[in-house]
């Protein structure tokens, strides 16, 4: 008999099984099966069209499914009412969009504060300090979003998306719309909070050096997970993200 210790099982705090997106008679996502591990980074790369986004905003509760389940932090997202996944994604879920989606009308600390004040719950003010301190944001606190840089009000999402210690943060090709200089700075940031916070990151990208920072790469095409494309470029963009 062997006595040995088998491998240790990873801990998910997310994960998919079987995932089906149609819209109509075309699915976006085709059987899609993925296991996110606590205080991971992982990059799903893939082309445009690819299914990266529609599987971001299936896990989030955005979408609903064709068919298959989500699981994050124990919880099927996929049964759960309107009402109870509108408190998942404001309890348990942190998402970073590309397009930023700031209220126009609040101030920086406002917007950060927004998902406390939704959930009528006082947020950590120590926490809320390292996060401010972090991004470079505590003399823009009383600014509003129209007075900011685009990698300013992604630095102000990042801290929406982080200040409820969320299970997961989910990344929208969080660096689509920014200059390499603030492209770099918010993928450096979203590493940071994985090595120092050991936050669970999962972001949708379609360019190879933007996924780089990630510890695991994934790579999604036509809606199904596929093996490495050989010869792939090592960027898209190599303007952007260029040193």
């Known amino acids: ?5 088998g491998p240790a099982r990873v801990e998910h705090v997310a994960e998919t099984t ?5 819209h109509g008679a075309v699915e976006a996502l085709r059987g899609v099966s993925i296991g996110f591990a606590r205080g991971e980074f992982t990059a ?27 699981v994050i932090a124990g919880t099927d997202v996929t049964r759960l009412s309107a009402g109870r996944l509108a408190k998942l ?13 700031l209220l126009p009308l609040l101030t920086v ?3 950060i504060r927004l998902t406390g004040r939704l959930a009528s719950r006082r947020i950590d003010e120590e926490w809320f300090a390292t996060l401010v301190d972090a991004l470079g944001l505590r003399e823009r606190l009383g600014q509003r979003p129209a007075d900011l840089s685009d990698g300013r009000r992604q630095r102000v999402a990042m ?19 920014l200059d390499a200089v603030s492209g770099r700075e918010v993928l450096s940031f979203l590493r940071g909070a994985v090595d120092a916070y050991g936050q ?18 994934l790579h999604l095409n036509d809606g199904r997970l596929v093996d490495e494309p050989a010869g792939a470029p090592m960027s898209l963009f190599p303007e952007r993200l260029s040193a």
Do not use: W
């Open 1 to 5: 008999m062997d006595l040995r210790p």
């Open 18 to 22: 079987g995932l089906v997106k149609a």
């Open 44 to 70: 799903i790369l893939g082309p445009p069209g690819s299914g990266k986004s529609t599987l971001l905003h299936c896990m989030a509760g955005l979408e609903p499914v064709t068919s298959g389940r989500v």
């Open 89 to 101: 994604r404001r309890d348990r879920l942190g998402f970073v969009f590309r397009e930023f989606n």
């Open 109 to 111: 600390e406002e917007n």
């Open 159 to 177: 801290a929406r998306a982080l200040v409820n210690r969320p299970e997961v943060v989910l990344a929208d090709e969080p660096t689509g719309d």
């Open 200 to 217: 669970t990151v999962v972001m949708v990208t379609q360019d190879p050096t933007v996924a780089s920072y990630a510890d695991r790469i």
